[in-house]
C-alpha cells in the first residue's frame, strides 16, 4: 500500500462559474479552481470542461505525492 496522503475532488457546477478543488479527508482545500460555466455554449461543452478540470487536479494530486480516493460533484 502507498505511503501518500488521501483527498478527493470536488466539482461545484453552478450556472455561471464552476469550482474545482482538491480537498484533504478534514475539509482542507488544498487546490483549487474556478471557470465560468458557459453553458449557452450547450452540455457536452460543459461536460467537458468538468472532465478537463478532473483530470488537472488528477495531474496535480499526483504531483503532490497525494491518492485520489473519490470525486463529488454537485450539480445546481
Do not use: W, Y
Not at 455561471?16 to 480537498?23: E, P, R, S, W
Not at 449557452?40 to 495531474?59: A, D, K, P, Y
Request: proline fraction near 3%; hydrophobic fraction near 40%; include cysteine.
Amino acid at each position: 500500500m502507498s505511503n501518500t496522503e488521501r483527498c478527493a475532488i470536488g466539482i461545484d457546477i453552478g450556472g455561471t462559474k464552476i469550482a474545482a478543488g482538491l480537498v484533504s479527508p478534514d475539509g482542507k482545500v488544498i487546490q483549487q479552481q474556478r471557470i465560468p460555466t458557459q453553458a449557452h455554449l450547450g452540455g457536452e461543452h460543459v461536460l467537458q470542461t468538468v472532465r478537463q478540470l478532473i483530470e488537472l487536479f488528477l495531474r496535480q494530486a499526483k504531483a503532490l505525492e497525494k491518492t485520489v480516493s473519490g470525486i463529488g460533484i454537485g450539480v445546481a
